[in-house]
């Protein structure tokens, strides 16, 4: 099992900056690919980005390429998304979510995920 928790979300103008950050706990945390996932409201969990068990590897969707970073620390135990550039479409709750995976591969697939942590708000005004 491993348990997550998001922090930093909140409410910024539309061209800010947000870092959300979340913190594993339970099983090896450095087995597992890791990944950020939003919902907006009336809206389906989306795939934001994800890093591989080394953090050799990330993927992003295309909507936040370029303006959205994600990065590990295996020793510390977080993932960490650093948002800039922020538009009022990335308003969502953003969730972490964790699936033990030693590949290269990163999963863009909500079902591939069994841990979640409980979600971040993200509001971006105009």
């Known amino acids: 099992q491993v348990q997550l928790v998001e922090s930093g979300g909140g409410l910024v103008q539309a061209g800010g900056s947000l870092r959300l950050s979340c913190a594993a706990s339970?099983?090896?945390?450095?087995?597992?690919?890791m990944g950020w996932f939003r919902q907006a409201l009336g809206k389906e969990r989306e795939f934001v980005a994800g890093i591989t068990w080394s953090g050799s590897g990330t993927r992003y969707v295309g909507a936040v390429e370029g303006r959205f970073t994600i990065s590990r620390d295996n020793v510390k135990k977080t993932v960490t998304l650093q948002m800039n550039s922020l538009k009022p479409e990335d308003t969502a709750v953003y969730y972490c979510?964790?699936?033990?995976?030693?590949?290269?591969?990163?999963?863009?697939?909500?079902?591939?995920?069994?841990?979640w942590g409980q979600g971040t708000p993200v509001s971006v005004s105009s």
């Open positions: 339970g099983r090896t945390f450095s087995d597992h690919a």
């Open positions: 979510a964790a699936k033990r995976d030693i590949s290269r591969m990163i999963s863009s697939s909500r079902e591939e995920y069994p841990y």
